[in-house]
Nanobody, 123 residues
């Protein structure tokens, strides 16, 4: 089992920045690819970013590339999502998720999920 706990969400003005963290415990964190997803009210959960177990492969949703940066620190069992130039459309609950080794885009491919952290961007 892998337990995931997100933090760092909150209320921010448009144009502002936030850094989300996802702390993992349980099985060997460095063996797992980590994904970020978000879900706005009334919408499906959508892919944000993912990073492979080594950090050597990082992928982003096309619409978010350039504003969001995904990184990980295996020594701290933590993955980060740095979000800049935030827009009201970024308002959602953000989730981190884990799967073995390689990153994927589809949430159904992930085995472990955190409880989510709310990000609200005010206009």
């Amino acid at each position: 089992q892998v337990q995931l706990v997100e933090s760092g969400g909150g209320l921010v003005q448009a144009g502002g920045s936030l850094r989300l963290s996802c702390a993992a415990s349980g099985r060997t964190f460095s063996s797992y690819a980590m994904g970020w997803f978000r879900q706005a009210p009334g919408k499906e959960r959508e892919f944000v970013a993912a990073i492979s177990w080594s950090g050597g492969s990082i992928t982003y949703a096309d619409s978010l590339r350039g504003r969001f940066t995904n990184s990980r620190d295996n020594a701290k069992n933590t993955v980060y999502l740095q979000m800049t130039s935030l827009k009201p459309g970024d308002t959602a609950v953000y989730y981190c998720a884990a799967r073995y080794r390689t990153n994927r885009y589809d949430p159904v491919d992930y085995d472990y999920w955190g409880q989510g952290t709310q990000v609200t961007v005010a206009s």
